[in-house]
């Protein structure tokens, strides 16, 4: 059996963005509390440019994922999320049934964004519940409450989302079995395409 070559092998590609409402205590994430005014223009500009620069390590292969994750890049406009990914087109050989993942937090984001974020051409959301537990939650510094997961979900699919993951943390402070399991199966409830545990 001979290896592939280079160019016979597609790629993925991660684009991060460090900015969230608040700095979460668990998270070891390049991420950052946004103090001023969220510099989305300048930053998309800058990942452009980045790629740009590094644009002829891809030599042609196809990329076929874009996971957009953070931070929190639902605190990204859909206009600045068009911009990024019109850019990424105009630079790099994508495949026609390229999945792209944005990560959403349940407490920053609405129906408005979510259609945004599909029209420009996001396929797929990961929407970071982390819990239903409200104790949980909040032990974990999240801005969201067990509503707002659910109703995080719940606006997704009227946006046209047909490809939602839903993460979960388990193994937290003073959680039992029983209430991970219970996270577990709320999740399951509502029908994801995958859940991340």
Known sequence: ??????GDVPLSLYVHIPWCVRKCPYCDFNSHALKEVLPEQD???????GLRQQQELAAGREITSVFIGGGTPSLFSGAAIAKLLQGIRNQ???????EITLEANPGAVDAGHFAEYRA?????????????NAVHL????????????LQAFRLARPAGF???NI?????LPQQTPEQALA???QAARLAPEHISW
Do not use: C, W
């Open 162 to 164: 047909r490809n939602i």
């Open 138 to 149: 909040h032990s974990l510094g999240r801005i969201h409450d067990p509503g707002q997961a």
């Open 92 to 98: 790099l050989v994508l495949a026609k049934d390229i």
């Open 167 to 171: 993460d979960l943390m388990f193994g």
């Open 183 to 185: 996270d577990l199966q």
């Open 1 to 6: 059996m001979t290896a592939p070559e280079p």
């Open 43 to 49: 930053y998309v500009q800058a990942l452009l440019t």
């Open 120 to 132: 420009a051409g996001v396929n797929r959301l990961s929407i970071g519940v982390q819990s239903f």
